[in-house]
């Protein structure tokens, strides 16, 4: 009984700056953060990373996995919560699966016919992604 | 005296301008809920990036990002938010003139100043005066979005990362209650020591990429969330002000009505009071001839 217990859950706070999409106990949630996607269990270290685009996906004390897909932000780890600030989260339910099928679409057609500017390009590219992880994230339905 | 004829026309007007009123009221309070809703929603937001952006600057060097820095210049941007419409009782001219005020009060050193107006009533309020208006953001309260408070933030950050602005102060209205607004001033720029966090600030961090990476980052964001915050609070705010407003003109016509109504009962009773005795002074002289 000399050491502390370690928590086996943290409470998850997904923000953004419309509204507060998830505040849950969960066991482990994965995110991805500047440098690959990490995954977090109770009792982390401090940390703190900036986030890019991608699916979030967290797993509750009951034991499902929800997911979701996060647009740039941060995340601030401590033992026994997980903050997570990103600029647009959706929950896979919540996603418009027609309309990110038609982002993609338009995203595709564009970087078709691009010329040279490089700015259009990064920026037709990052939507490309953004449709594509929606995608991904929306099959994920409960 | 009016006529009997005048005075149901008034009525009549009063009436009509009450339905209005009433009309106004109650789209004011539908979209007061909404707006209420939305600034409870986007406050965990900014309190979170408080929280973090607190916890972040006591382990960064404070010194290096340049939104931190003090300068000693005296140029001054003033954000001065109103609405886009009036009809909202002092809602408008309160904020314009705490803005003025301030102005005149920096006006006596050797100070520029300049105004980066939002709202439609603030920009015609500030046409026709001596300042110099730098950005003019209109008629877009009714789609009001996050991009709007990026939008306006990145602009402010831009000015002041170039060096065409020492200090950016924002007016706007704070929104305390359906009944009630505040007027406030804060100081955005150059962002001001942040409070210490609360309760037990874990030592050994670990940052990806670096702390510096991440502050650049969050930085100016704060500063569009605050912004956005600030335009959610004088919308939530104006519909208040709009609301009361509306809700004390339909009282007001209310009590106009049962007044005119007085008059016009009066003034009825008197015409019958004084057919009747026509009427009756008629009778008796054909009596008394007869």
Redesign the interface.
């Known amino acids: 009984m000399a050491t502390a217990e370690i928590p086996r859950t943290f409470l998850l706070?997904v923000?953004?700056?419309?509204?507060?999409v998830v505040s849950e106990e969960a066991e482990e949630v994965i995110a991805p953060?500047?440098?690959g996607y990490f995954g977090v269990l109770g009792g982390h270290?401090?940390?703190?990373?900036?986030l890019k685009f991608g699916e979030l996906t967290y797993r509750r004390t009951r034991g499902e996995e929800r997911h979701l897909a996060v647009s740039w932000g941060?995340a601030?780890v401590?033992?026994t919560r997980v903050?997570i600030?990103a600029e647009a989260a959706e929950r896979a339910e919540e996603i418009d699966s027609a309309r990110a099928e038609a982002a993609r679409d338009r995203s595709v057609a564009r970087l078709g016919k691009l010329g040279d500017s490089t700015v259009d390009f990064v920026r037709a590219q990052e939507a490309l992604m953004r449709a594509l992880t929606r995608l991904e994230v929306a099959v994920k339905k409960r | 005296m009016a006529t009997l004829q005048d005075i149901r026309r008034r009525i009549r007007s009063v009436q009509g301008t009450q339905k209005i009123t009433r009309a106004m009221k109650l789209v004011a309070a539908a979209k007061l809920r909404r707006a209420q809703e939305r600034i409870l929603a986007a406050r965990p937001y900014s309190n979170k990036m408080d929280a973090v952006l607190a916890s972040l600057a006591l382990r960064a060097d404070r010194s290096a990002h340049p939104l931190l820095v003090h300068r000693a210049g005296n140029r001054k941007v003033l954000v001065v938010i109103a609405a886009d419409r009036g009809l909202c009782g002092a809602f408008n001219s309160n904020i314009l003139r705490r803005s003025l005020e301030w102005l005149r009060q920096q006006g006596e050193a050797e100070v520029a100043l300049t105004l980066v107006v939002v709202g439609r009533k603030t920009s015609d309020f500030y046409r026709r005066r001596p300042v110099t208006v730098r950005a003019a953001y209109v008629n877009f309260f009714d789609r009001l979005a996050y991009e709007h408070g990026a939008e306006i933030g990145q602009e402010l950050v831009r000015a002041y990362a170039e060096d065409s602005a020492d200090e950016v102060h924002l007016c706007y209205n704070e929104f305390k209650s359906a009944a009630t607004q505040r007027v406030t001033v804060v100081k955005l720029l150059p962002i001001e020591p942040l409070p210490e966090p609360e309760g037990e600030v874990p030592v050994d961090f670990l940052y990806e990429p670096s702390a510096a990476v991440i502050l650049n980052r969050l930085l100016p964001k704060h500063i569009e969330v605050q912004i956005y915050r600030a335009l959610l609070e004088s919308l939530a705010a104006e519909y208040g002000a709009r609301m009361t407003a509306m809700d004390n003109a339909t009282k007001n016509a209310g009590e106009m009505i049962e007044v005119l109504t007085i008059a016009f009962n009066k003034a009825r009773q008197e015409r019958i009071t004084k057919e009747l005795l026509e009427v009756v002074a008629g009778a008796e002289a054909l009596r008394a001839s007869g």
């Not at chain 1, 923000?15 to 507060?20: A, D, G, K």
């Not at chain 1, 270290?45 to 900036?50: G, I, S």
């Open positions: 706070e923000v953004t700056p419309q509204r507060l953060g500047a440098e270290l401090p940390f703190m990373t900036t941060y601030e401590l033992p903050t600030l």
